[in-house]
């Protein structure tokens, strides 16, 4: 058994309320109170199954509410709070992290110049590696030019089978080492980021300790 109240019948609200209390105190069952998909309200002894999983309340012979259920979550919602959750607890792992670590600012930008020192050596290395593979090809492709396809002439001999794989290899190489040179920047970019970041955040954590 169960009533219903408009939105448009808000008015008619305590006359149901009064019939759900006498109707409840007379039977003395558990009332319960949700709304519809179209927000109609409804009161009733039992929720329908397709509302049960939706956010109802309880009500005691009084009509006053006495339990509160929220809707189910759906998979995605609790996926979202899953990550909200842990991405909390990584930064206060973070957090705890900076502070036991470092005892001030400079303690942090003197491990960022350690570590971009390191990375400069290595993009050093890997651009003079980098050249050197552009210069080999520059000598392959024009010691390439005297053969067929690169050479048009009628007498123009084939390609020898070791000048095609020297140049494949070393235009693969280079197409290698630049991809990787490319990285090697973006994770020079990544650690600068990184490091501003956690400057920013040691302050904010050491200006609110003393706010205390």
Known sequence: MSM??????????AAVA????????????????????????????????QYAEKAHETLNAQGVAVGHADAQKSAEQL??????SEAVLKQRQHDNFLIATYTSVKDIESLRD???DQL????????QYVDTLHSRLVTLQGRARNFRPYNSKPNARRMPDDLAEDLVHTLNELRTQRNALTAKNEEVSGIKAEFDSDIQRYRELHEAHSHR
């Open 79 to 84: 996926a979202a709070e899953a990550r909200d």
């Open 4 to 13: 219903r109240v408009s939105r448009s019948g808000l008015g008619l609200m």
């Open 18 to 49: 009064g019939l759900t209390l006498a109707w409840t105190a007379a039977i003395g069952a558990t009332t319960y109170k949700w709304t519809d998909n179209q927000g109609v309200v409804h009161y009733g002894d039992s929720i329908p199954p």
């Open 114 to 116: 350690v570590r971009l």
């Open 120 to 127: 400069k050596g290595q993009l050093t290395a890997a651009e």
